[in-house]
């Protein structure tokens, strides 16, 4: 079933000129020539979208939507209001205030209204399958869920047959958690356009308002994958998938990377961040920073989000010290509000906040604290908190780490050289099917002064690779027609047959993002992995892993 448009304007010839300009997707039109038909015509079907004329009579469109907003089914509708007089800045404003997402003066731009209508349409179809396959797998978890439910009841009686069941339930527990962390691939590629379009419209010359704009959007956009990661990260560990890296790294520059990272966050509150590293903590350790960072910026960003004055300290201490290994304590110090000793016990336990006002007030998806808690155990230590009403929290974990030696990072290494120099120009083969995601590829490519050819599937890519010479092909995995595990084994063949390709890297750039996923990658030949969704930053430091850099 296609879906269906709503076009509201009191002329039968702007209709059918509207039509005309979207027939060439594949949806259905519903046509109305007055606000009170439109209204109707909403109780009648679903709609993915609205196209609203301002100027009607009886009715005007800033009406109409208002009422459109009034009801359930309809309020988060998207309207587009299009009008030939309504064009100074105060129309525009009073149209998204009464809830348009997007305002189109006549005579209308073909290629304009078609680019607005494609990605509220993609949205539209992408929610639509994403409510679909929740549903079908909810309902699938709730038929295993009532079949395990009858066999225990039917089997207690028997300790062998109980075990079985038992069994079975925490299979179905695990179905779960890999359904959750399968869903945020389908979620990560369209964030890719999100963000990465974002990005580089932030990067444009942009007024005061369209700049505030991009900045709700983008934030927004970090949310959801803030949200996303947690929620991977805890169908993880759930399914017992997450390993723990044992890397040597510099401690306290970790630390400091953290303490800049928050600063900015801090001072937009007025809050003063205090890090303070004591005497006899290690400079060089061997552990998870990654899964260091994670905690710390977990509680730190907590701390910073309920505490309105005062100040965030971190302080890291030394517990225990041997030859081989060193227990260190960490300690996030606010001067917030406090928590109630009830509210407390609530605290480190998943989908749990303090109160429902919080998540209502700062949002979250209830998981972080969770988490942390369960890599701090993972990494031999403990969490908790002490905190009165009125006097600030104390939120404090300890982890174990081996005893490492001076080290220097490569993305340090990548960033510094940066500064002297930089890639020379390479020319990309980019194998990406998401027409979002190769822009924002490409944009990001070109700005660093690269050549781009674009295959949109891995088909096009291995015929595109043997026709051409190429520095560097980045490769999708899930494409249509060939996947890109089975391209780059062609392409792969095709270097051993061609010596002046050999050599050449294949980069995964994929939204695949559970554990042992870039393992896997590298494993069946690619040569790099760049996760979705990315930043520029990300794609630089991968290419210079691959390229020397030269002076400029």
Request: proline share 3%; net charge negative; aromatic share 6%.
């Amino acid at each position: 079933m296609n879906p269906k448009i709503l076009i509201v304007d009191d002329k039968l010839e702007n209709l059918i000129a509207l039509e005309k300009v979207l027939n060439t997707f594949d949806v259905d039109f519903i046509r109305a020539t007055s606000g009170n038909e439109a209204l109707v015509m909403t109780l009648m079907y679903d709609f993915a979208l609205a196209i609203v004329d301002i100027q009607m009579p009886e009715m005007d469109g800033y009406e109409t939507v208002e009422l459109l907003r009034q009801e359930e089914k309809t309020k988060l509708l998207p309207v587009i209001f299009v009008s030939a007089i309504y064009t100074e800045d105060f129309h525009i404003v009073k149209g998204i205030e009464t809830g348009a997402v997007d305002f189109i003066p006549k005579p209308i731009v073909p290629v304009i209204l078609r680019g607005k209508v494609r990605v509220f349409l993609d949205l539209y179809i992408h929610q639509t399958q994403l409510e679909k396959l929740v549903k079908q797998r909810t309902n699938e978890l709730k038929v295993i869920n009532i079949k395990l439910e009858e066999e225990v009841s039917e089997r207690k009686k028997a300790n062998l047959i109980a075990e079985e069941a038992k069994a079975k339930a925490i299979a179905a527990d695990k179905h779960k958690s890999t359904f959750l962390a399968n869903m945020s691939h389908e979620i990560r590629t369209p964030l890719n356009g999100i963000l990465g379009m974002t990005q580089i419209l932030a990067e444009t010359k942009l007024e005061a308002r369209q700049k505030e704009y991009v900045e709700l959007i983008s934030d927004s956009g970090s949310s959801l994958l803030s949200i996303i990661n947690d929620i991977l990260d805890f169908s993880k560990i759930e399914s017992g998938q997450i390993e723990l890296e044992e890397l040597n790294f510099n401690l306290k520059k970790k630390i400091d990377q953290i303490h800049k990272l928050m600063n900015l966050k801090a001072s937009e509150k007025n809050l003063n961040l205090q890090f303070k590293i004591f005497e006899g903590v290690p400079e060089f350790v061997i552990g998870d920073p990654l899964r260091l960072k994670q905690i710390i910026i977990n509680l730190v960003n907590n701390a910073i989000k309920f505490t309105e004055n005062g100040a965030v300290k971190l302080e890291v201490s030394i517990m225990k010290k041997s030859e081989e290994s060193s227990k260190i304590m960490f300690k996030i110090i606010d001067t917030g509000a406090g928590i109630p000793p009830k509210a407390q016990k609530k605290l480190f336990k998943e989908f749990s906040q303090a109160d429902a006002s919080i998540s209502r007030k700062h949002g979250g998806s209830g998981l972080g604290l969770s988490i942390s808690k369960n890599l701090a155990k993972m990494m031999g230590g403990d969490i908790g908190v002490i905190s009165e009403e009125g006097e600030g929290s104390t939120f404090w974990f300890t982890a174990a780490f081996g005893i490492g030696n001076e080290v220097t990072d490569r993305n340090d290494e990548i960033t510094h050289s940066e500064g002297e120099g930089k890639l020379r120009k390479l020319r990309v083969l980019l194998a990406e099917d998401n027409k979002i995601n190769q822009r924002v590829a490409m944009v990001n490519l070109q700005k660093m002064g690269h050549v781009v050819d674009i295959a949109e599937n891995g088909n096009i890519a291995v015929e595109m690779f043997r026709d051409n010479l190429y520095d560097v092909v980045l490769m999708d995995i899930m494409m249509p027609i060939m996947d890109g595990i089975e391209a780059t084994s062609k392409i792969k063949k095709i270097q051993e047959d061609q010596v002046l390709k050999r050599g050449i890297p294949v980069i995964a750039m994929t939204a695949n993002a559970l554990k042992g996923d870039k393992e896997r990658l590298m494993a069946q030949g690619l040569d790099g992995y760049i996760c979705k969704p990315f930043k520029a930053d990300d794609l630089k430091v991968e290419l210079a892993a691959h390229f020397n850099i030269t002076k400029t």
